[in-house]
T-cell receptor, first 113, second 116 residues
Framework: AQKVTQAQTEISVVEKEDVTLDCVYE???????LFWYKQPPSGELVFLIR??????QNEISGRYSWNFQKSTSSFNFTITASQVVDSAVYFC??????????FGPGTRLSVLP | DTGVSQDPRHKITKRGQNVTFRCDPI?????LYWYRQTLGQGPEFLTY????????KSRLLSDRFSAERPKGSFSTLEIQRTEQGDSAMYLC??????????????FGNGTRLTVT
């Protein structure tokens, strides 16, 4: 069975602080994909990043960076110099070709001005 | 790319009534998914199609729920004899899967169902 855990239910930071959102996954598959989605107050889920299980190279995109560590089954997401517009619920998800996608419970991030 | 479109955006119905939602995926996407999201929770998988074939259904999908994708394009999700516990946001997503490439899900804005 596949499972995604996001232990942080809610996080509040002050603008310009860095924040890391944790994601731990469980799967027996050797090939799988990990995703992060953002759900702003408007409600639509927005795709942020996809990473496959064979690529442990960390990725940076602007203020966003992702740390994938297979040894600890973690795929953490860091926002540098947070902004109010980053306030949203962030979901980590696990997928595999031929199967459905499993989402974590989400972390609500509030960035205060 | 016009994105995933869902209709209606909101639906209020009385307990016991039937409701039907429609989803139009991104045109070149062969996979279509239905998820349900309740307040404060992550999306929960309901079912998915590859082209017109329904490949997997969640145990959450009771016999009151049925989904179709008759021509491999748009899909409908019907809930019969609605119950208050069915109140949720119903999300549709599509993706393109060929070979062993697992593209991300692209979500629509969802249909919010309220059962009174």
């Amino acid at each position: 069975a596949q499972k995604v855990t996001q232990a942080q239910t809610e996080i509040s930071v002050v603008e310009k602080e860095d924040v890391t959102l944790d994601c731990v996954y469980e799967t027996r598959d050797t090939t799988y994909y990990l995703f992060w989605y953002k759900q702003p107050p408007s409600g639509e889920l927005v795709f942020l990043i996809r990473r496959n299980s064979f690529d442990e190279q960390n990725e940076i995109s602007g203020r966003y960076s992702w740390n994938f560590q297979k040894s600890t089954s973690s795929f953490n997401f860091t926002i540098t110099a947070s902004q109010v517009v980053d306030s949203a619920v962030y979901f980590c998800a696990l997928g595999n070709y031929g199967q459905n996608f499993v989402f974590g419970p989400g972390t609500r991030l509030s960035v205060l001005p | 790319d016009t994105g995933v479109s869902q209709d209606p955006r909101h639906k209020i119905t009385k307990r016991g009534q039937n409701v039907t939602f429609r989803c139009d995926p991104i045109s070149e996407h062969n996979r279509l998914y239905w998820y349900r999201q309740t307040l404060g929770q992550g999306p929960e998988f309901l079912t998915y199609f590859q082209n017109e074939a329904q490949l997997e259904k969640s145990r959450l999908l009771s016999d009151r729920f049925s989904a179709e994708r008759p021509k491999g394009s748009f899909s409908t999700l019907e809930i019969q004899r609605t119950e208050q516990g069915d109140s949720a946001m119903y999300l549709c997503a599509s993706s393109s899967n060929t070979g062993d490439y697992n593209s991300p899900l692209h979500f629509g804005n969802g249909t919010r169902l309220t059962v009174t």
